[in-house]
């Protein structure tokens, strides 16, 4: 947050354009929406009774309640601290009345809570000129900080424990911004008044549609989906499928340089989502722009999973994927051995394949870039507040129930309440309240583009490496081998992102301390997405560097380097040495391996 100021109000200084409305206009559209929830009403309740009795233990699938009432308990033997929080609130609250008493009366006033750094909620500039919607704006961050302090600061929690009230609460006090409804939103407020509730009409019918959409689950578009198309405007890289099986497609791109380096570089992707968010447009693809660094590369695209594909491990995606995709980079090259990038949960189960190969003496691989990707979770962000036995528990049920696998609109949602302001408010805002449609937006298509999880694998993977840390600590066992990530001896590069809610830089560091070669690591700007897609030709962010050894994140921030722009040139700089001679071009299919379809490919079109 930016210090308290003092400030003197300008008489002439807007105060917001709130214009007058066609009063009949506005009758006119207020009875439809009134029409318009009636429908609402009337099918939720029609769905509800066509419904089936919730089942005895579903109603909090999360245990949210229980831990609540944990939270409860040990407030109500901590009197003291009750009395002290709400002396706090009530300080707070009356500072805050008497600086709007004095800029009423037009006397020098302090701003008691200023805007949150990058918060976009209260952009407008009525939440700031206006007296009564500012009034507003801090009475609510005043109250929001109140309730999240508070709730940190109980004592005797456990610590998981701790960490999900905090989160939940958190989504509670996004939920109640002025920010969400009709009235205390200035810009919302205006727009109504200027249609004549016209907003509010098209907003109702944007929500009908996204129910529907959502077979009665409402399913907030993110972006404009009919301006996009896999294999038309996103996944564009020419080159063609030359391997498959039941989980994965192998894409080997076309070049688009002459020569290339002799080692091939092939990318193991999250499976939670698809490959083509490293290939949307030509000018943010990472895929093309690698190509025409020079690279042979090659890609995993994975199969969306249904039913017949349930009982697939985290095993399977080991041998199926990881080490049959880099069979088939060797005899599609003719070259014995690659450099490897694996983004997210793709280089978890690339780290575990390299310490795989450790163990079995396979030095195929020769180096191995992570992006945003974590091997030791004891500090893996928010994602586990979900990872207690009562949720896994709740979670496999419910997975068992639908066929065996996670939908993807489950996980769209599970990582859209991380940055809940920014991903599914802010959506809110602009459909619902603002009767918008939502933007054009690759990254969000790709979002919504979400795949399911096969039950067998999803649950290995949350219990052994999110709930018990058995990969970092030497415990998980894949295919027979035990897994000891300290067998790692060849160079890594780990990229992290500074804002990364997913992967945290502080969770992606540790590996620094767990592989055993020479390591690089480096913190890019943004989140777990802008933070990688970030091209050179967009001239954004910024990336840090330092070489010099550090026990902690804290420590190596505080002797790094910061220089603007992307990143991606300062790793094309540490692979490079390490990929060999250059060579002639390689045209896929026309190597050991023959082409199978264009790329991108079949798997990456499944919903």
């Not at 919607?133 to 609510?140: A, E, G, L």
């Not at 009230?165 to 109504?192: G, H, R, W, Y």
């Not at 219990?463 to 970092?472: H, I, V």
Request: aromatic share 10%.
């Amino acid at each position: 947050m930016s210090d308290p100021k003092t400030a003197k109000p300008d008489p002439k200084a807007p105060t917001g354009d709130f214009p007058l409305p066609d009063l009949g206009a506005l009758a006119r559209n207020l009875v439809e929406v009134g029409k318009k929830s009636q429908k609402l009403i009337a099918d939720y309740l029609k769905r509800r009774d066509n419904k089936s009795p919730v089942p005895q233990g579903s109603a909090d699938p999360m245990h949210i309640g229980t831990a609540f009432i944990d939270l409860t308990s040990h407030l109500i033997h901590d009197p003291k601290r009750i009395v002290e929080a709400q002396a706090a609130l009530w300080a707070g609250h009356l500072k805050l009345w008497q600086n709007a008493a004095r800029r009423l009366m037009g006397e020098d006033y302090e701003t008691v809570v200023p805007n949150p750094t990058g918060d976009k909620r209260f952009k407008d500039s009525s939440w700031q000129e206006n007296q009564v919607f500012d009034f507003i704006k801090q009475s609510y961050l005043l109250t929001a900080n109140w309730l999240q302090d508070t709730v940190s600061g109980v004592q005797g929690l456990d610590e998981k424990e701790k960490k999900k009230i905090a989160f939940f609460t958190k989504q509670f006090a996004d939920a109640m911004s002025p920010s969400n409804f009709v009235l205390t939103n200035p810009e919302v407020l205006k727009e109504t008044l200027r249609t004549n509730g016209e907003n509010l009409v098209r907003g109702l019918t944007h929500v009908i549609e996204d129910l529907e959409r959502g077979k009665g689950t409402l399913a907030i578009r993110q972006v404009d989906e009919s301006k996009f198309s896999v294999g038309g405007n996103l996944a564009t890289s020419p080159g063609k499928v030359v391997y498959q099986n039941d989980l994965m497609q192998l894409l080997q791109f076309s070049p688009s340089t002459d020569e290339v380096y002799e080692r091939p570089l092939l990318i193991i992707p999250p499976w939670i989502n698809k490959f083509y968010i490293l290939d949307l447009k030509p000018e943010n693809s990472f895929i093309r722009w690698a190509v025409a660094q020079g690279y042979t590369v090659f890609v995993v695209s994975w199969v969306n999973p249904d039913a017949h594909l349930s009982k697939k491990r985290f095993d399977d995606y080991l041998t199926e994927g990881y080490y049959e995709a880099i069979d088939a980079v060797q005899k599609a090259t003719g070259v014995k051995d690659l450099n490897l990038i694996g983004y997210c949960i793709g280089g978890t189960l690339s780290a575990a394949g390299l310490a795989h190969m450790a163990a079995k003496k396979d030095t195929r691989v020769k180096s191995a870039t992570f992006f945003t990707s974590q091997v030791d979770f004891t500090e893996a962000g928010d994602l586990s507040v979900f990872v207690d036995d009562d949720q896994l528990k709740s979670m496999e049920d419910q997975m068992k129930k639908k066929g065996g696998y996670l939908d993807g609109a489950s996980m769209a949602t599970t990582f859209n309440m991380l940055r809940s302001n920014d991903l599914i408010w802010s959506f809110v805002v602009n459909n619902y309240l603002m009767g918008r449609d939502p933007l054009a937006f690759d990254i969000l298509f790709w979002n919504q583009d979400a795949t399911r999880m096969p039950v067998a694998m999803h649950m290995q993977y949350l219990r052994e490496c999110y709930r018990d840390n058995l990969l970092a600590q030497g415990k998980m066992k894949l295919d027979g081998v035990k897994i000891d990530l300290t067998k790692i001896k060849i160079p890594v590069f780990l990229q992290s992102s500074k804002e990364d809610h997913i992967a945290p830089a502080k969770s992606v560091f540790k590996a620094m301390k767990i592989f055993s070669g020479q390591n690089t690591f480096m913190m890019a700007g943004s989140g777990h997405i802008a933070g990688v897609v970030n091209p050179p030709s967009a001239k954004k962010y910024q990336f840090w560097t330092n070489d010099k050894p550090a026990e902690t994140l804290d420590e190596w921030r505080a002797g790094a380097t910061e220089t603007p722009g992307s990143w991606w040139h300062y790793w094309d700089q540490w692979l490079a040495p390490q990929s060999g001679k250059k060579v002639p071009a390689r045209v896929p299919g026309e190597g050991g391996l023959k082409a199978i379809e264009d790329a991108p490919g079949s798997y990456v079109k499944m919903k």
